[in-house]
């Protein structure tokens, strides 16, 4: 693409893009080394946390009711929305808004990632082991509450 204008808006606007779109910008590669460094052990402790957190939604999952694949390496669960909201026409936005409205509960709807997605929504596995059950406890009181599972 291409841009027309104002001189000093088009430099900031390239000075943007450049550290944007091409290549990976300092900054992120900065990170990137910084975190090498910190040797396997750091590395370790994080994959078990996040090991943790993903054995423990899998099994409030699966005690819920829900038909999920435990991941094998991302940071993240789809899981299908309940048949009910399918059989009513809602999607995976509806459902992820009443779990927000209800619950407080925030999760991404499928339909996000693409059109393959709307039949799911998506947890992620970046918050803490206390919020993450916190978390799971309300999901399972929208899911009981509402007959859904």
Not at 22 to 27: E, F, H, I, K, S
Not at 72 to 89: D, R, S, T
Request: glycine share 8%; proline share 3%.
């Amino acid at each position: 693409g291409f841009a027309v204008g104002n001189s000093d808006i088009i430099h900031t606007l390239y000075k943007l893009k450049t550290n944007i779109d091409y290549g990976v910008c300092r900054g992120i590669q900065e990170a990137g080394i910084a975190a090498l460094q910190l040797g396997d052990e750091y590395r370790e402790e994080v994959r078990k946390e996040y090991q943790n957190r993903r054995d423990f939604i899998y099994q409030a999952l699966t005690d819920m009711g829900f038909k999920v694949n435990k991941p094998g390496g991302a940071m993240y669960f789809w899981v299908p929305i309940p048949q009910k909201y399918i059989e009513q026409n809602k999607t995976s936005f509806d459902f992820t808004l009443d779990l927000l409205k209800d619950q407080g509960v925030a999760v991404v709807p499928g339909l996000t990632f693409g059109r393959y997605g709307e039949d799911y929504f998506r947890i992620a596995m970046v918050q803490p082991l206390d919020k993450i059950k916190i978390a799971m406890e309300r999901l399972a009181s929208f899911v009981k509450d509402r007959a859904l599972v």
